[in-house]
T-cell receptor, first 111, second 117 residues
Framework: DQQVKQNSPSLSVQEGRISILNCDYTNSMFDYFLWYKKYPAEGPTFLISISSIKDKNEDGRFTVFLNKSAKHLSLHIVPSQPGDSAVYFCAASAYGQNFVFGPGTRLSVLP | GAVVSQHPSWVICKSGTSVKIECRSLDFQATTMFWYRQFPKQSLMLMATSNEGSKATYEQGVEKDKFLINHASLTLSTLTVTSAHPEDSSFYIC?????????????FGPGTRLTVT
């Protein structure tokens, strides 16, 4: 059973527009969430995190929103740039245990 | 952010040989490191959790005698693929956990592409 889901395998967005990547989870014990960006043949790069005591965290063009009641989080990228084209993984952890990764969403930012 | 390195970045080996992959945390000490495997167009699959000074914890379905993990120091963990076969060809990624106060981050290495011929 997938504890972390990213239901959109791919997303295309025009440069300059907002990219919204979604992630749903089933385990209510998860208390810490991360978003990673991954280019082909490279390791994931940490983007932004959020703990369950917050509902929003912002870092430059990246904002993560957490809706605990819906067990849903989203990553907003504004404005989207061609260099943002990559696969984005969300990951969740419960009480310092290992992170569980979603299947990823491939974002394509079109010039 | 913290830096994690892996060596080698890619390796080609013959079937039946063993390959060692190193994972180092360069600017922090990591009591816990993780080894992942990624198949094409799939998510990261956790293989094992490596704890400094103790035996690794393997995920279900991962052969511990085939994938030997040694976390000899706070900055180094190694994964040895023993008697490699073509089906072991994959992209192997390590990560290290860095605790900073009350929060923790998990940083990934650049990955190692293993091709077994």
């Amino acid at each position: 059973d997938q504890q972390v889901k990213q239901n959109s395998p791919s997303l295309s967005v025009q440069e300059g527009r907002i990219s919204i990547l979604n992630c749903d989870y089933t385990n209510s014990m998860f208390d810490y969430f991360l978003w990673y960006k991954k280019y082909p043949a490279e390791g994931p790069t940490f983007l932004i995190s959020i703990s369950s005591i917050k509902d929003k965290n912002e870092d430059g063009r990246f904002t993560v929103f957490l809706n605990k009641s819906a067990k849903h989080l989203s990553l907003h990228i504004v404005p989207s740039q061609p260099g943002d084209s990559a696969v984005y993984f969300c990951a969740a952890s419960a009480y310092g245990q290992n992170f569980v990764f979603g299947p990823g969403t491939r974002l394509s930012v079109l010039p | 952010g913290a830096v994690v390195s892996q060596h080698p970045s890619w390796v080609i080996c013959k079937s039946g040989t063993s390959v060692k992959i190193e994972c180092r945390s360069l600017d922090f000490q990591a009591t816990t490191m993780f080894w992942y495997r990624q198949f094409p167009k799939q998510s990261l699959m956790l293989m094992a959790t490596s704890n400094e000074g103790s035996k690794a914890t393997y995920e279900q379905g991962v052969e511990k005698d085939k994938f030997l993990i040694n976390h000899a120091s706070l900055t180094l963990s190694t994964l040895t693929v023993t008697s490699a076969h073509p089906e072991d060809s994959s992209f192997y990624i390590c990560s290290a956990r860095d605790y900073s106060g009350s929060v923790y981050e998990q940083y990934f290495g650049p990955g190692t592409r293993l091709t077994v011929t």
